[in-house]
């Protein structure tokens, strides 16, 4: 499997901040996910990320809002932007790894007040 | 149709019990089909995965049977035992585990002592 790990693991901020989230992997990965768990919730597919290409946000996710970068194979970032409380949620990426199956990192748990 | 139910919500067993949970699907294009554990702060952790081209998958105590005509797709855990208390999720995507994954809503599992 794939072995992700994202920073920060946690965080509390405050409505109107940004807080950027940053992923990264320890083999070369052509997509990587963002999902969004709301408590208590199942996983929303926030967007796909290629490298070299924009990002394909999923209906209901905009860029504004949730910009990501893909600057290599290894590595992404999502930006939650201007915070309210009900951007409170665990984000996680995930990839495919080397075999069958996706792997998801461990999340960032994001409390806005 | 790029629903997948999930039932159970929630599910208690006794140690030693055999824990069946079930997902349906609508979108016959959908070709991959994992089941994810999560821990309470945890990312999902992929458990077992499928694809329609099988009936059944077993790994270990756990067993994912199939049926294709019927759309739908199940977990089952042998031997049940506490430390598999957790919330499990279906899941499914198609192109494989290359794309991004559509859930289900969770079924939170209790093993009684």
């Known amino acids: 499997s794939a072995v992700i790990s994202q920073k920060p693991s946690r965080d509390i901020c405050q409505r109107g901040t940004s807080l950027t989230i940053q992923c990264q992997v320890d083999s070369q990965v052509t997509m990587m996910f963002w999902y969004r768990q709301q408590p208590g919730q199942s996983l929303t597919l926030i967007a796909t990320a290629n490298q070299g290409s924009e990002a394909t946000y999923e209906s209901g996710f905009v860029i504004d809002k949730f910009p990501i970068s893909r600057p290599n194979l290894t590595f992404s970032t999502l930006t939650v932007s201007n915070m309210s409380p009900e951007d409170s949620s665990i984000y996680l990426c995930?990839?495919?790894?080397?075999?069958?199956?996706?792997?998801f990192g461990p999340g960032t748990r994001l409390t806005v007040t | 149709q790029q629903q997948v139910k999930q039932s159970p919500q929630s599910l208690i067993v006794q140690k030693g019990g055999i824990s069946i949970i079930n997902c349906a699907y609508e979108n016959t294009a959908f070709d991959y089909f994992p089941w994810y554990q999560q821990f309470p702060g945890k990312g999902p952790a992929l458990l077992i995965a499928?694809?329609?081209?099988?009936s059944e998958k077993k790994e270990g105590r756990f067993t994912i049977s199939f049926n294709k005509s019927a759309k739908q797709f199940s977990l089952h855990i042998m031997d049940s035992q506490p430390g598999d208390s957790a919330t499990y999720f279906c899941?499914?995507?198609?192109?494989?585990?290359?794309?991004?994954?559509?859930f289900g809503s969770g079924t939170q599992l209790t093993v009684l002592p």
């Open positions: 899941a499914a995507s198609t192109g494989g585990s290359a794309r991004q994954l559509t």
């Open positions: 995930s990839v495919r790894g080397p075999s069958f199956g996706q792997y």
């Open positions: 499928i694809r329609p081209d099988v």
